[in-house]
């Protein structure tokens, strides 16, 4: 199976604040990486998709990058309804693995 | 609008067969280019993807699993199911059912159904 390892594991931010989480694959998974939000009691939501594009809804403070093994999920500015934990998972190979989470909190 | 419902038992005894049903509705699950996941989440392991359905009855499934999953689908009734047999404790967990794109994301979720294996 491929390890995601994200990074922090959890990360205190203020209001406006830039935050900045990576997420780590153990082989290459080309673009086939994706990022998830949860809130407590709440299943996982798709934020992002293929690296960098947005699920429909999702405001534009939040971009991804990255390529190969190396990802990053980016959030400016940081808004009240963003404290969370964010995920991101492969499906580049079976079974699709996720990350183990990053929360993010104030 | 489409949406996702799992249900079944919140209770399992241990060795018996967790069973779990998800009811989609406001869409078809006849759609080619989409597979019908089962993912759980427990404190201990955080996601962990069981496996996938086609329509036409194709599954996917998590090696470490495989061995105790079955996952099927009915399109008459626009469900598919979730059974894993000889459950321990270690399968506590809130389970949820999915949609996802082949070899994409899973774009649209259930809320979750949390099953207890407990004597």
């Known amino acids: 199976d491929i390890q995601m390892t994200q990074s922090p594991s959890s990360l205190s931010a203020s209001l406006g604040d830039r935050v900045t989480i990576t997420c780590r694959a153990s082989q290459t998974i080309g673009t086939f990486l994706h990022w998830y939000q949860q809130k407590p009691g709440k299943a996982p939501k798709l934020l992002m998709y293929s690296v960098s594009t947005l699920q429909s809804e999702v405001p534009s403070r939040f971009s991804g990058s990255g390529s190969g093994t190396d990802f990053t999920l980016m959030i400016t500015s940081l808004q009240p309804e963003d404290f969370a934990t964010y995920y991101c998972?492969?499906?580049?190979?079976?079974?699709?693995?996720f990350g183990g989470g990053t929360k993010v909190e104030i | 609008q489409l949406q996702l419902q799992e249900s079944g038992p919140g209770l399992v005894r241990p060795s018996e067969t967790l069973s779990l049903t998800c009811t989609v509705s406001?869409?078809?699950?006849?759609?080619?280019?989409?597979?019908w996941a089962w993912i759980r989440q427990s404190p201990g392991k955080g996601l962990e993807w069981i496996g996938s359905?086609?329509?036409?009855?194709?599954?996917y499934y998590n090696p470490s699993l495989k061995s105790r999953v079955t996952i099927s689908v009915d399109t008459s009734t626009n469900q598919f199911y979730l059974k894993v047999t000889s459950v321990t404790a270690a399968d506590t967990a809130f389970y949820y059912c999915?949609?996802?794109?082949?070899?994409?994301?899973?774009?649209?979720w259930g809320q979750g159904t949390l099953v207890t294996v407990s004597s």
């Open positions: 406001g869409g078809s699950i006849n759609i080619n280019s989409y597979f």
């Open positions: 359905v086609h329509h036409s009855g194709g599954t």
């Open positions: 998972q492969q499906t580049y190979s079976t079974p699709p693995t």
């Open positions: 999915a949609k996802e794109s082949g070899r994409g994301p899973a774009g649209f």
